[in-house]
């Protein structure tokens, strides 16, 4: 499935602003793991946010997905995601949005 603008053009990313997010999230979560003591606490805190952006990525897929005409419930959306961010996580970002092409 071809995730993107109706009109399949190629979807063009500014790297300064994901990076600049991820940036953030990461200051966020030192911030937070800086007064947890107990690593089960850390780990619950991590996978909460985790949690929290895969929540918004699959929404924002979801969306696009629409905007191509093609209906998708909110667990293929999490599903979606969850692939993105293997491949992201195993292969690097560019081949997760490459794979949005595909």
Do not use: W, Y
């Not at 897929?61 to 599903?79: H, L, N, P, Q, S």
């Amino acid at each position: 499935m071809r995730i993107g603008n109706p009109d399949n053009e190629d979807i063009d990313v500014n790297n300064d602003l994901p990076k600049h997010a991820a940036a953030k999230v990461s200051q966020a979560l030192n911030d937070v793991h800086q007064v947890a003591r107990d690593p089960g606490e850390m780990l619950r805190i991590a996978i909460l946010a985790a949690g929290v952006c895969i929540g918004q990525a699959s929404g924002i897929v979801r969306g696009m997905a629409e905007r191509c005409g093609e209906a998708m419930t909110e667990r293929e959306a999490k599903e979606r995601v969850m692939k993105l961010l293997t491949a992201a996580t195993l292969d690097g970002v560019e081949a997760a949005l490459k794979s949005l092409q595909d």
